[in-house]
Structure formats: structure tokens, C-alpha cells
């Protein structure tokens, strides 16, 4: 089916691993983001890509590591988890008109 | 960085009720969107406005842009069960801001309660 999609939906971890959340689209877009989303603070833009192999900084992007080798995937690696990144991560993707297209977000844990 | 300040943070009516959420800034927006998250989902897109003074209708919301492109908001006209969600205004600017354009507030959690 066209569209976004996340996975995992739910990752539970310690502090210190490194985690991998996954990003799919199916529609060529060529931006795509990933978004952290915390009471109090809302949705806050992590690092994004305008293409493949083209990837900057966000608002809040200490700690995650991206890469976009192929233009339908944008993974989030966080590289050794914090207690202070736990919170829902959503990815998006700008379609023509400037919409954003989310995933059904990434609800991680770290203990 | 720019910021995009929605007001109120927290909303509870009851089903029939008439409600406005706002978004403002400082600075002159270039475009604005309004989204829609409902729990456990992504944020999906409600309307985008650009021009100053525009008005745009999508059955009971109305959404306005202000004249001189700093505030927008967003009127429900009798509120029903299913209106329930946080509601998030995101902002572009014309110049200055974030590495990207759009900068999203913290969002307005509607509750309507039947």
C-alpha cells in the first residue's frame, strides 16, 4: 500500500544500545524528516534529508545519526540511548504542495 | 529560532460547543498549516493558508489567516466527540528560523465530551 510507515511501532531499550528506527515511503518524495514528540515541548525536527545522500541538521539533532542511501528510506539511528530520548518519533515526507505525510509514529523507551 | 505560540494548551467542552484555538508569532509567515493528530497517529494536514486576511472553510472549522501574516486561527462550530484531538498549527517563514522552514507549535489538545 502506498504511504509511510514506521517500524518498530513499539522498542523498548537500555541506556547505552543503539537503536534503529525505520522509515518507508512509497511516493519518490524527495524531503523526508524525523520528528520527536514530547509533553511540553511538541513536535521538535530531529534532522532531515532533501534527497538521497543529502541530509542536515534539525532543531534537536544531538545524539541521532541519519542516513538516506535510497530515496524511499530514512532510518534514525540513536547511536547509545539516554533516558532523555525517550519519547514518540514520527517520520514524515513533504509532498508537492508542502504537505507533510507522517508515519504512525515510534513509541521508544529507554530504561 | 522562531517562535510559534499556540494558545490554549488544553481544551475541554462539551459536545455543541463553539471553540477558537490561535497561533501566533512575531514574525510574518510565509504559509501556514493546520493539522490534526488523534491519539496514537501521526499529525494529518487540515488546510494550508497563504495569503493575508484568507479565509478557508472545511465543514464546521474555519480557519483564518491574519492580515499581516502573523496569527492564524482555527474557530470549531458545534464541537463533536469526534473533533477530539491536538490540534497544531505549523509555521513558515519568510526569512530567518530553523535549518527548514517549517516550524511546528506545541498544539492545542481539544477534548470534546458528549
Known amino acids: 500500500d502506498a504511504g509511510i510507515t514506521q517500524s518498530p511501532r513499539y522498542k523498548i531499550t537500555e541506556t547505552g544500545r543503539q537503536v534503529t528506527l525505520m522509515c518507508h515511503q512509497t511516493?519518490?518524495?524527495?524531503?523526508m524528516f524525523w520528528y520527536r514528540q514530547d509533553l511540553g515541548h511538541g513536535l521538535r525536527l530531529i534532522y532531515y534529508s532533501a534527497a538521497a545522500d543529502i541530509t542536515d541538521k534539525g532543531e534537536v539533532p544531538d545524539g541521532y545519526v541519519v542516513s538516506r542511501s535510497k530515496t524511499e528510506n530514512f532510518p534514525l539511528t540513536l547511536e547509545s540511548a539516554t533516558r532523555s530520548q525517550t519519547s514518540v518519533y514520527f517520520c514524515?515526507?513533504?509532498?508537492?504542495?508542502?504537505?507533510?505525510?507522517f508515519g504512525e509514529g515510534s513509541r521508544l523507551t529507554v530504561l | 529560532t522562531q517562535l510559534l505560540e499556540q494558545s490554549p494548551q488544553f481544551l475541554s467542552i462539551q459536545e455543541g460547543e463553539n471553540l477558537t484555538v490561535y497561533c501566533n508569532s512575531s514574525?510574518?509567515?510565509?504559509?501556514l498549516q493546520w493539522y490534526r493528530q488523534e491519539p496514537g497517529e501521526g499529525p494529518v494536514l487540515l488546510v494550508t493558508?497563504?495569503?493575508?486576511?484568507e479565509v478557508k472553510k472545511l465543514k464546521r472549522l474555519t480557519f483564518q489567516f491574519g492580515d499581516a501574516r502573523k496569527d492564524s486561527s482555527l474557530h470549531i462550530t458545534a464541537a463533536q466527540p469526534g473533533d477530539t484531538g491536538l490540534y497544531l498549527c505549523a509555521g513558515a517563514w519568510e526569512s530567518g528560523g530553523s535549518n527548514y522552514k517549517l516550524t511546528f507549535g506545541k498544539g492545542t489538545l481539544l477534548t470534546v465530551n458528549p
Open positions: 511516493w519518490s518524495h524527495s524531503y
Open positions: 514524515a515526507s513533504e509532498g508537492n504542495t508542502g504537505e507533510l505525510f
Open positions: 493558508v497563504v495569503t493575508g486576511g
Open positions: 514574525s510574518v509567515f510565509s504559509s
